[in-house]
């Protein structure tokens, strides 16, 4: 069973010394239930349970970057949702420690799997199905892609014997390759339409200091550019502004566009413009000190730390690091 990350996560193959964090989350009682299983009784019942994933090839563990460890499961089952005649294709089914709601995590690691389900397994399609009562479940598959297909009445019996229907969701291969961003990217003014969608742009867990709203001003809106991709999808926006007889660059991307690894092609769209619009000039920016993944893209593009300080921000202080454009420039698309 393969690996794969995410920018938070790692899913893999379960490990016998899981068996703390497996019966930590499968324990509670309003973890289980929402799958259609029952909390686990005791450790035993979780060992039993965590073997049949270690012997199995459908079942990864969730594991958060930071601190190593399991706060959940995502499995890629053979379908049972009823789509023959459709190629191959798998069932996703997850869960999420109950203490890790809110964070913006299982969407990340469902996005993680589609990547996985359809760019190395070449599936496809994949299929997903909630509870009606599950609308937190609901929630991260229609934050994901996938699309409303059809209701199974009474087609999953849970674990008090109640049958249970199901909602059930599909993506294809051919979707997801039409919805993935493409390159090369090209820049365009900052339309009113598009300020305006910035401000219901969503981050995850500790990126929400991201999110804000752009004034309905017209000569602050022309400071913008948009960044779209080969399908004119709105992707991310950025800004000159004159600084101390040099210029910074603020930007921002759109959250199902992060994580794709787009940024050196997005960088060489705007360091393209910056050479032809401020010849002669220096290009610095700052950026919060803790979003290394925002930083290694920087380095890859070019800048260079010269400094840190602290800034007061409407979510609050927070240190960030000064980077200035020096090259190497990357090669224009």
């Not at 594991?63 to 294709?89: N, Y």
Request: glycine letters at 10%; hydrophobic letters at 35%.
């Amino acid at each position: 069973m393969l690996t794969f990350e995410t920018e938070r996560l790692v899913l893999r193959p379960w490990r016998k010394s899981d068996l703390g964090d497996f019966y930590e989350y499968a324990k509670d009682p309003e973890v289980g239930p929402n799958a259609g299983w029952k909390p686990h009784e005791n450790m035993d019942e979780s060992r039993r349970i965590l073997q049949s994933f270690i012997d199995g090839e459908e079942v990864r563990a969730v594991v958060l970057k930071q601190t190593g460890k399991v706060i959940g499961s995502l499995g890629l089952h053979p379908d049972r949702l009823r789509h023959e005649g459709m190629g191959e294709g798998r069932e996703i089914g997850y869960v999420l420690s109950h203490k890790f709601w809110g964070r913006g995590l299982m969407p990340e690691a469902v996005r993680g799997a589609i990547r996985f389900a359809f760019e190395t397994m070449r599936l496809d399609y994949l299929a997903v199905a909630h509870f009606p009562s599950n609308a937190r479940s609901r929630r991260v598959i229609e934050k994901c892609g996938f699309r409303y297909e059809k209701t199974l009445s009474a087609s999953f019996p849970d674990y008090t014997g109640i049958k249970q229907d199901e909602l059930c969701y599909i993506l294809t291969s051919k979707e997801y390759q039409s919805e993935k961003p493409k390159g090369p990217f090209h820049t365009a003014l900052l339309t009113r339409d598009q300020a305006a969608e910035i401000g219901s742009w969503k981050y995850p867990g500790r990126f929400a200091v991201y999110e804000w709203t752009l004034p309905d001003d017209a000569e602050f809106r022309a400071q913008f550019f948009a960044v779209l991709n080969a399908q004119g999808a709105f992707c991310g926006y950025y800004r000159f502004f004159p600084e101390n007889g040099g210029i910074m660059l603020g930007l921002g991307i759109k959250p199902e566009f992060c994580g794709h690894g787009y940024g050196k092609d997005v960088m060489a769209l705007i360091l393209k413009d910056f050479r032809q619009k401020y010849p002669g000039k220096t290009l610095e920016l700052e950026v919060r000190e803790w979003n290394a993944r925002a930083i290694a893209c920087y380095r890859r593009a070019g800048f260079r730390g010269i400094g840190s300080c602290r800034r007061e921000t409407p979510s609050g202080g927070d240190a960030f690091l000064r980077m200035q454009y020096t090259g190497p420039e990357i090669e224009p698309l």
